[in-house]
């Protein structure tokens, strides 16, 4: 009997959920539309019932479904339990993991979506076979997760990781979401990238994305290349900081700004290696994410995976024998 998990991501507007057995392979997936209203309450009773509908029901005769990982995004608590708070779904200390638990009866894992990505990209994505690698989400923010010898760098406040919000020094002031001043997240994501944009031009009111400026930048447009600039300077001074700490094997950059491909890869790592530490230099990896949005719903899996003492070192690494 195939042995498989239920990997699920939950994001603001969807909730991705997958079949996935222990080899890494998708059986099946699907989505349904993320509840918001009445502060998230009926998005446990939702994934419960597409669950119970779209596969217990059905009861796949050869495949035994063993766990469940879910990527949520927000910090869990130290026992595990608990989504300690989730802003975009309304959730303040929701008891996930029981709710999940006491109406399906399988085993449940919980952990941050960002670093369910990182995992994601460990187990089957762009840095396979490494066990240490920093993993960073370029979208409307910066997220990401750091991975040490295969294991989740969470700290004591569930908060390792928040690399969008490692300060940077500017003479410009910058309020970040979360009320601190000059985050990364505030010049390195989309929306800092356009305002850094916004700010080269005369016209402050042009309306634009981070894609028209990578476009302006590749037909030599000063300023959209200035302003490239700035932000791979603000992102390859804190990646380069990040490696001095960790010395991981491979940075892998995902997100909406991933898509440029080169054109950001190419200077990025020209602004890392002028500022990480020798010994680093020419010694990791920087690559594009691969997985793309499959990147949560596997790591969910490999986080359950990784959990579970009673699965065979085939069955926790992903290698088919």
Known sequence: MIKQMIGIDIGGTAIKLALIDVYGEIHKKWQIPTNISDNGRKIPTDIISSI???????????????????????PISPDGQTVVRAVNLGWEDMPLKSAIEKELDIPVVLLNDANA????????GAARGKASLVFITLGTGVGGGIIIDGKVINGVHSSGGEIGHIPVYSEEKRVCGCGNINCLETFASANGFVKTMKMLLPDKTTKFTAVDIFDWAKADDSKAKEALAITVTYLGKAIAGIMNTVDAEE????????????????PLKEQIDRSIFPAIRGNY???????????GIYGAVYSYLSSDDSLTFEETTGINA
């Open 117 to 124: 990505a990182a995992l994601g990209e460990m187990w089957k």
């Open 285 to 295: 990896k920087l690559s594009r994410a691969q997985l793309g949005n499959d990147a």
């Open 251 to 266: 940075v892998v950059i995902g997100g909406g700004l991933s898509g440029a491909g080169t054109a950001l890869l190419k």
């Open 52 to 74: 119970q509908h779209t596969i217990l029901d059905q009861k796949h005769q050869e495949s035994e479904i063993i766990g469940v990982g879910i990527g949520v995004p927000g």
